[in-house]
């Protein structure tokens, strides 16, 4: 088959994934004859029994169904990539060209029995029908000779219009009624309807503006203000949304995520849904691990959608497709194998003492502790929180982690107020080419909110900086606490209290290749990426009286900081050692070590807690490393502060091949906790219900709101052209009248420009009961973005139009090709919860709260 002019516009709209080039041919000249294929039925052709309704030629499925350039779709993909609706009589000349018809013939009268029976299953790969089945159809209804007969059978058993296969329901439920387990609620059938393929929902759930008394605003199924005033936001995918082919249902509610390209055609976005199991709300529907043993999960899932790469640079082009449907490839769960702190395969729980559990869930014993039980899973994966995808060698040759990995952690949990022999909350760290997650102690076990590698500049040693709670196990645990008292002294002869938020900025240090006892290790995973051996640091400096360090880090930033002030210090190594596959009682954790002196500091110097060594502060947040490669990781605060940690001697100190006592930095406040209003660029949105407006966070019901940012759980740095930095900033504060997300400019001072805001228990729409989603609003509740993932050095074209990043590149050029580009030509991935929405039609599938996943594109003033 020669290259076409059809088959090259094939190409450029849905590139080389889909099939062959013969057949990518054939279905783009097959389109153009669908109006003289109809033709021909309504000009009647012989109904002849006997006739071959399918002797159109010479065409054999061979042709079409070649695995030339193919990766993972189905023609479920290819006639949506021809932008067509299943069912309509253009999808079923596309669905005949799919299943290998040869489109050159007049003689189809079974095209208008297509156009009513094209269907998800009809295109499926694995249960493709054959032109027999048509043919066995179209005369078991009697139809030759009588086209205008009204059909017997509406669902044929090669035929469902369900995305999810549900192609008699009603047939379905009362057949399965007898099953253990199987209780349908009454509403499930009707609830089915809602369902829908990845990436058809385009009704925005965020808004601009509050809808205020507009009643076209405050409909049910369509968005409210999208007049967003800095940049364009579209919708990639909904919770709740399915693979046709598979029936994979997207969970929520999505919180981190991250994309790298699968090959040269498709970008893997990967996103987590922060849920809960049966702690609070809907106990989402488990995935199921480890092969025979058939391991259920509920809560957290990890997901995986594939985009056609094309398609997905010009989403938000002038004239492209209105949803994402047609440029998703693929989609599902990304985790197969499950592994726990020991490094075995998680096994089924029991219901005393199981012998392979997830370690989050237990105590050291095997004894699940966990508040409440799973009713549909064997374990819990609690509240994974924000993430990062960690591509190969992304800050140059040899220099960062050698596999692609999403790594990850369990947030919080709530153990029983009694419990002893706790383990805690582990990182978990996906191999994006096995599907294997695993948990490790690298970090300490006292669970967190995001871990970023940052770069070392070196080859041999990779660098994390983890953040969070630190012990947010739902309570102090009073016995645990004395447990630690009886085998720990305290370095200021004081007691030990509860860990939980006392805690300073901290790095990893990891040494590639090398396995646990010092020894080379290259084949291991999690030795080949330095999780093995390594050690933790915390930042100290100076507590001396008048210094930051005595204000501790929330009061410093509260009442003394400004921006550009600068707090000097060092990154000190802990006397904690992890101990690689081994598991111990929290008492031992790193959790506790940061209400000791640092070992090795100078006299009068403390770890850079947020009150001190006794109380709890605000919750170090989420951060994000230098983009450019630097030894910079930006920190945030839910007490409404950011900074950088510069650490710069890091390369040099690293070049001995020994892991150092301590690593010299420098804290520079961009952001103290203060007033942020004049700095706020609303560009002509962000009103709120009440007649305020977003330069301000009212959390309480106050009027005026609060003058500063309040709760950051989203912070991304971004490298831009001509050398600017920018930064996504992401609230969640309960904001009364919807949540708020920026895009900052970094300089003194710094600039925030509005770019949207979603929910809120006062906002207009929550109050009428409205969500873009339809079906789905529960209760008035807060709304949070999420995480967010620039993917300009996927997307970047070279002047002639060819992507610039080829697929494998090891070498730090996508973080290269990232800062060239400008911030108006950059598309960011953002996720957004919704914690309004897990009413209606969620209820009978147990997705979750429905959010979405955005593309976002800046747009800001010259």
């Known amino acids: 088959c020669e290259e076409t002019a059809a088959c090259a516009e094939h190409r450029f709209r849905n590139g080389p994934y889909t099939m062959s080039r013969c057949a990518a041919a054939r279905i783009a000249h097959g389109m153009a004859f669908a109006g003289l294929l109809l033709g021909a039925v309504a000009s009647g052709c012989p109904d002849d029994p006997d006739e071959d309704l399918c002797d159109f030629g010479t065409t054999t499925t061979d042709e079409v169904t070649s695995t030339e350039d193919v990766t993972s779709t189905t023609a479920v993909q290819q006639a949506n990539d021809a932008h067509m609706t299943l069912g309509s009589p253009s999808a079923a000349m596309f669905a005949m060209v799919a299943v290998g018809m040869n489109v050159q013939s007049a003689r189809v009268p079974v095209a208008f029995l297509f156009a009513h029976y094209t269907v998800a299953k009809v295109f499926a790969a694995d249960a493709a029908p054959t032109c027999g089945d048509v043919k066995a159809f179209y005369k078991d209804e009697e139809c030759c000779g009588a086209p205008e007969k009204a059909l017997a059978d509406a669902s044929p058993s090669w035929a469902c219009s369900s995305v999810a296969g549900l192609c008699d329901c009603e047939k379905m439920t009362r057949a399965l009624a007898g099953v253990p387990g199987a209780m349908f609620p009454p509403t499930f059938c009707a609830d089915a309807q809602h369902l829908k393929p990845v990436g058809h929902r385009s009704a925005q759930i965020s808004e601009a503006s509050d809808a205020g008394n507009d009643p076209s605003l405050l409909k049910d199924g369509a968005a409210g203000n999208v007049n967003f005033p800095h940049g364009m936001l579209k919708v990639l995918a909904t919770v709740g949304e399915v693979n046709p082919r598979t029936g994979a249902m997207l969970t929520g509610v999505p919180d981190g995520n991250g994309a790298y390209l699968l090959n040269d055609e498709v970008v893997r976005v990967i996103y987590q849904s922060e849920s809960y199991g049966p702690l609070t709300r809907q106990e989402t529907f488990p995935f199921f691990v480890n092969e025979a043993d058939h391991v259920g999960f509920t809560g957290s899932h990890i997901h995986f959608i594939d985009l056609n790469r094309s398609m997905l640079s010009d989403f938000l082009a002038d004239g492209a497709p209105a949803n994402a449907e047609s440029m998703v490839i693929d989609s599902g769960e990304a985790v197969l194998k499950v592994y726990n702190l020991k490094r075995e395969l998680v096994g089924k729980r029991s219901d005393s003492a199981s012998s392979r559990p997830h370690h989050s869930n237990v105590n050291l014993d095997g004894e699940y502790i966990v508040v409440n039980t799973p009713t549909k899973a064997d374990w819990l994966m609690q509240s994974l929180c924000s993430a990062h995808l960690a591509p190969a060698f992304q800050w140059g040759n040899g220099i960062g982690v050698q596999d692609d990995l999403f ?46 590698e940052v770069s070392t500049g070196t080859t041999g040693f990779v660098a994390f900086a983890p953040s969070g709670y630190n012990g947010a196990f739902g309570g102090s645990f009073p016995d645990v606490v004395a447990e630690r008292n009886a085998h720990y002294n305290r370095s200021d002869g004081e007691s030990y209290v509860w860990p939980q938020d006392i805690v300073p900025t901290r790095l990893y240090i990891g040494k590639k290749g090398t396995s646990k006892d010092g020894s080379a290790d290259n084949l291991h995973f999690l030795a080949r990426n330095g999780f093995e051996f390594g050690a933790l640091y915390g930042f100290a400096t100076d507590c001396s009286p008048g210094t930051p360090g005595a204000e501790g880090r929330d009061t410093w930033h509260k009442n003394t900081a400004t921006a550009g002030a600068t707090v000097s210090g060092a990154f000190y190594r802990l006397r904690w050692k992890d101990a690689p596959g081994e598991v111990k009682d929290f008492v031992h954790d790193a959790a506790w070590e940061f209400q000791d002196s640092p070992e090795g ?3 009068g110097w403390c770890f850079w807690n947020a009150a001190g060594n006794d109380n709890s502060g605000a919750k170090t947040e989420h951060l994000t490393p230098d983009p450019r490669g630097g030894a910079r990781v930006m920190q945030g605060s839910t007490a409404g502060y950011f900074g950088i940690y510069d650490f710069s001697a890091l390369t040099d100190l690293l070049a001995s091949g020994t892991l150092p006592q301590s690593i010299p930095a420098t804290y520079t406040c961009l952001q103290p906790e203060s007033d942020v209003r004049s700095m706020i660029e609303l560009g002509g949105e962000g009103k709120y219900a009440d007649g305020q407006d977003a330069t301000v966070n009212p959390d309480a019901g106050q009027n005026p709101g609060k003058a500063t940012f309040e709760d950051i759980d989203g912070l991304e740095w971004m490298a831009a052209a001509g050398g600017e930095d920018y930064v996504v900033i992401h609230e969640d504060s309960g904001n009364d009248f919807g949540e708020r997300k920026f895009l900052a400019k970094i300089g003194t001072p710094m600039k925030y420009y509005f770019v949207a805001m979603s929910g809120g228990t006062k906002n207009s729409r929550s109050l009428a009961g409205v969500s873009a989603v339809e079906g789905v609003f529960k209760n008035a509740d807060s709304h949070e973005f999420s995480g967010a993932t620039d993917l300009s050095g996927l997307l970047a074209k070279d002047s002639s139009g060819a992507f610039r990043l080829p697929a494998g590149a090891q070498n730090g050029l996508g973080r290269s090709i990232a800062a060239e580009v400008p911030v108006d030509g950059k598309d960011i991935v953002v996720s957004l919860q919704a914690h309004s929405n897990w009413g209606g039609w969620t209820e009978s599938f147990h997705s979750d709260a429905v959010g979405q996943l955005f593309v976002y594109r800046p747009k800001l003033p010259a």
């Open 407 to 452: 790594i990850t952690n369990e947030e919080w949990i709530t153990y029983a107020s009694d419990a002893r022999g706790i383990i805690g909350l582990p990182a978990h760290v996906l191999d994006l080419a096995t599907h294997e997650l695993w948990a490790i102690s690298s970090f300490g076990l006292g669970g967190f909110e995001k871990i970023v």
């Open 601 to 603: 500091a100078p006299a």
